[in-house]
Structures are given as structure tokens and as C-alpha cells.
């Protein structure tokens, strides 16, 4: 390797080192939505969101910090307690960026791929054929999981939803009951002194 492929490689990993992946959020979060949530841990240098091939509900990001101390800071911070960005559901999930993650990643050797069509006689043909089964197998598996996970993330959305439209109608009906006298009536019939505060 060149000295200046040297180079530009160390400064790769460097990045590499101050970025962080999440996942789990949701694809109305916008670059300065997340800039805002993670300013708080330090200097948001960059966002490249990561589209979600699979589910379009969901989308993952790479954010890049200005050290590799904030980046560790908020990996661990959201490891130990959940946190949510655009109020969320599900909270959003960290850990540390891995160099196949980045398209735009610097080449360590310039060997070529070549793909080409195997002829049925070829002895590696049966191999290559179970290569191929399998990783449709593992695509459609990670997709039905895919699919599940949103299912449970829906239900506890609508759980919440319902539970915070019942809190809601409990504090109006209090709201209401003091407002219309209520509460002093049946004060006044149960010899009780209402305390203000």
C-alpha cells in the first residue's frame, strides 16, 4: 500500500472509531432531529442515514462525533437507559460503527470481483447453488423477524395510546367535578374540609 492510501486508510479508521450506529428509529427523524438529540452528549460532526432495504418503518443511522469519547459516552448511556428521539415508542438502539458499514470506505488492496455464470457441469455448481438457497433463507428470516419486532412495537404504541387517552379523560373528569362545585357538595355530605393546595 501506498504511503498516501496509508494515510488515507488511518484517517478511515479514526472516523470509523468516533462513529456510532443506531438503529430503531423511526423514518420521520430527520438530520437535525437527531443532531438536537445527540448534541447533548457532544459535537454531532455527521449524519448519513442508512435506508432500511427490508422495512420501510424503520431506518438506521451513522452519526459521527468529534472524539471517540462521546461516541463511547453515548453508546453507553443509551445502553443503561432507554432513549427516545421524536417520542418514539421504541427506544433507539447504539453501539459502535464497523468499517463494512461505510460505502464509502477506502480499499486496503485493489483485487477485482468478478462474477461470472457457472455452468451446471462445473464442480462447484451444487455448492454455489446452496449458497444461493441459503441466503434467500436468511433474507426472508430476517424479514419475518423484522416483521414481528414492528407488530410487538405497534402493540405497546397503541397500549401507551390507550393509556395516556385514559389518564387524560381521568384529569378532566376531576378538572370538571371541581370546577362545577361537585367536590364541595360531596365534601359538604360526607362532613369533610376539602384542603386547598
Not at 500500500?1 to 430503531?24: C, G, H, W
Not at 472524539?67 to 443509551?78: C, F, G, M, T, W
Request: some cysteine; overall charge neutral.
Amino acid at each position: 500500500m501506498e504511503p498516501s492510501a496509508e494515510a488515507e486508510y488511518a484517517a478511515f479508521q479514526e472516523k470509523v472509531k468516533r462513529t456510532i450506529y443506531l438503529d430503531n428509529l423511526s423514518h420521520q427523524v430527520t438530520k437535525a432531529v437527531l443532531e438536537n438529540a445527540l448534541n447533548q452528549f457532544g459535537n454531532v460532526m455527521n449524519v448519513q442515514f442508512i435506508p432500511a432495504y427490508f422495512m420501510s418503518s424503520i431506518c438506521a443511522a451513522l452519526v459521527e462525533m468529534e472524539s471517540i469519547k462521546q461516541a463511547e459516552e453515548i453508546i453507553r448511556d443509551v445502553g443503561e437507559s432507554p432513549f427516545m428521539i421524536s417520542g418514539m415508542p421504541r427506544p433507539v438502539r447504539a453501539q459502535k460503527a464497523q468499517m463494512e458499514m461505510f460505502d464509502d470506505r477506502p480499499k486496503k488492496s485493489h483485487k477485482r470481483i468478478v462474477c461470472h455464470w457457472m455452468d451446471p457441469s462445473h464442480p462447484n455448481f451444487e455448492v454455489a447453488k446452496k449458497f444461493k438457497n441459503l441466503t434467500k433463507k436468511h433474507a426472508a428470516e430476517a424479514s419475518f423477524l423484522m416483521e414481528q419486532q414492528l407488530a410487538e412495537e405497534e402493540k405497546l404504541h397503541n397500549q401507551q395510546a390507550e393509556t395516556l387517552k385514559a389518564n387524560y379523560k381521568k384529569y378532566e373528569l376531576i378538572d370538571g367535578a371541581q370546577n362545577d362545585g361537585t367536590v364541595k357538595r360531596l365534601a359538604a355530605c360526607y362532613n369533610t374540609k376539602l384542603m386547598d393546595g
